[in-house]
């Protein structure tokens, strides 16, 4: 088996006393797309500035692509690297082709080779325009054009889909889909889990600089005990319903008349029993999978609960 | 190519594309030849020579004006990339803080050196032509272009100085402006307040000599005004110039040493900056 790409043992990291990450273990191999999911200030940046080298970890250790990235001797490594910042205001009286051929020659890679990557991202037709009348779209497959050069063996994307509209979002993970399918480890990180559907891998969830989950979203399911939603509208018979939250717990009362239960999927009969017995008359029940959403406020809020 | 000359090379396209240096020729430009075709008019028959006279006021345009397009250009480089997410894309790449802020650096002062050589060289030969001045006024004014440069890159290296210890670009030019007003005004009115005040009772001339030489357009001045006999006679400072006797090469290497301190100093602190 190959080395991974990135692994990451017992990396800590404190900003102003507070924990931006703690004691995190992470690997990455090669081929495989890992998304880093959690809130802002949870620590996704961080770990990806860890990475490239650019802070260095209170303790812990980290090697990328073989070398410990805060060693001088790294700059080599990071040749293999692409990266695409979370905001990137590129200077905007430069067109795009030569913002690329900038970047090109900082890595030694071929600036011809930039006419097919900047058609890979759909950009052919813009690259002798200036960057300043981009698109927030345009500016962004502009990065990720940028992370492609001199054809990386590691991707470290900071929210890389942030402002796309979902068209444009299909196509940026298509060519993730095909980069990784070549063998290139991707680490992105998000703050919905819902948009990872089908398209990561492996699923790290952090809060407050720990790992809360870490496995496939199949995985995460069921770590959070594979919950369903169940949806439940009162008959009007009375004008405001008796029943109350306290009544049943992680009962939600929606809009008046409408509940929401989340509950593991184990405990669903138990729960559907409690409301039908319940002080209202029942008019609908619907069983639904959790969404991915669902899921993750799960997860963050068993971990806030832990760790009260 | 190197990192360094790369990062110079993009410094440079992106003062021609935005006009910086566009607009700073011009600025020189026109107030050199201004100053070279009127300032020089009044010379007549007494036989002074009109570069001569010229090099007295192209001096006092640079003292002003060179060290404030410098800090302009400067104040900026570092501060304003961190600012805008770039800096952190730029050192993912494979290349060493170090060679940023020296590639930063040779970038202005190419761009500046430009601009202040073109500038000046047409006004010197706008003059030259059709004038009879002797091998040593060219000199002179050939000095004058050259410790223009030389002063504009130790500006560049303070500006880009500031640019790595401010916290936002807002602050650095904040400071750059405080710099400026230091070492073009305020420094030159607290020696003469200090040497008044002082009746020439304790402040030996050596001390006076260190307290010019320490600041880089002082340095300047005494290098293009008092350095050539030539000069002096126009310059008021003629009658200093005996009792100031400092070496050339001294006063070039305060200057030169205006540029490295500086220099060294950012890339020192743009190593430890947390980006």
């Known amino acids: 088996m190959t080395a991974p790409l990135v692994q990451a043992e017992g990396v800590s990291k404190r900003y102003a006393g507070r924990d931006a990450l703690a004691s995190l273990d992470i690997t990455l191999g090669a081929g495989e797309i890992l998304a880093l999911v959690g809130h802002n200030g949870a620590g996704k940046s961080t770990l990806i500035k860890l990475l490239l080298g650019l802070i260095r970890p209170d303790s812990g250790r980290i090697a990328v692509l073989g070398h410990d990235p805060s060693r001088p001797g790294a700059a080599e490594a990071r040749r293999a690297i ?18 690329l051929a900038f970047y090109a020659r900082l890595k030694g890679a071929p600036v011809a080779a930039n006419r097919d990557l900047l058609a890979r991202v759909g950009l052919a037709p813009a690259a002798g325009q200036r960057v300043g009348g981009y698109s927030k779209g345009m500016r962004q ?28 979002r299909q196509g940026f993970y298509a060519i993730l889909d095909a980069l990784a399918a070549d063998g ?57 319903p008796a029943y109350a939250g306290e009544a049943v717990s992680g009962v939600t009362v929606r ?54 | 190519m190197t990192p360094i ?29 201004t100053l070279a075709l009127l300032g020089s008019a ?56 170090w060679q940023v802020v020296i590639g930063k650096f040779a970038g202005h002062v190419v761009m500046l050196g430009l601009a202040t050589a073109a500038a000046y060289g047409a006004a010197g030969l706008t003059l030259w032509l059709g004038s009879t001045d002797d091998a040593a006024a060219v000199a002179a004014f050939g ?9 504009g890159a130790a500006f560049v290296a303070t500006g880009t100085l500031v640019s790595a210890l401010a916290r936002d670009p807002r602050t650095a030019a904040g400071i750059a402006l405080g710099v400026w007003l230091v070492s073009v005004l305020l420094y030159d009115m607290a020696l003469l307040g ?81 980006v």
């Open chain 1, 82 to 99: 692409g990266f695409l910042p979370e905001t990137i205001v590129f200077h905007p009286n430069m067109t795009g082709a030569e913002l």
């Open chain 1, 255 to 308: 809009a008046g008349r409408r509940l929401e239960i989340i509950c593991p999927a184990a405990e669903k009969i138990e729960r559907l029993r409690a409301v039908l017995d319940g002080p209202d008359p029942v008019a609908d029940i619907e069983l639904l999978h959790a969404s991915l959403d669902d899921i993750y406020a799960g997860l963050l809020r068993r971990d806030a609960e832990r760790t009260q």
């Open chain 2, 194 to 274: 200090l040497l008044v005040a002082d009746q020439g009772h304790s402040l030996r001339a050596p001390l006076v000599q260190a307290l010019l030489v320490a600041n880089p357009t002082d340095a300047y001045r005494l290098l293009n005004l008092t350095g050539l006999p030539e000069v002096g006679q126009f310059a008021g400072l003629a009658g200093l110039a005996g009792h100031l006797a400092v070496a050339p090469s001294t006063l070039l290497g305060a200057i030169g040493l205006w540029v490295v301190a500086p220099l060294a100093a950012s890339v020192a602190v743009f190593a430890r900056r947390q």
């Open chain 2, 143 to 151: 000095t004058l272009i050259g410790t223009s440069v030389l002063l």
């Open chain 2, 42 to 97: 009044p010379t007549g028959n007494i036989g002074a020579s009109r570069l001569a006279v010229t090099v007295v006021s192209l001096s006092s345009l640079t003292i002003f004006l060179v060290p404030l397009i410098a800090l302009v250009l400067t104040h900026d480089t570092i501060a304003g990339e961190l600012d805008r997410g770039t800096m952190v894309l730029l050192l993912s790449y494979p290349l060493a803080r």
């Open chain 1, 141 to 168: 497959r502009l990065g990720l054009a940028q992370a492609l050069i001199g054809r990386p063996r590691l991707l470290l994307l900071d929210e890389p889909t942030t402002g796309l509209d979902p068209e444009l």
């Open chain 1, 184 to 240: 290139v480890g991707i680490l992105l990180s998000s703050h919905a889990l819902a948009e990872l559907e089908h398209r990561a891998d492996r699923v790290v969830v952090l809060r407050q600089g720990r790992k809360v989950a870490d496995g496939t979203l199949a995985d995460l399911r069921r770590m959070a005990g594979d919950p369903v939603r169940i949806l439940v509208r009162l008959a009007a018979t009375q004008p405001v």
């Open chain 2, 5 to 33: 000359a790369i990062i110079a090379w993009r410094e440079i396209r992106e003062g021609l594309r935005n006009r910086r240096v566009l607009a700073t020729a011009s600025l020189l430009a026109g107030l050199a030849l």
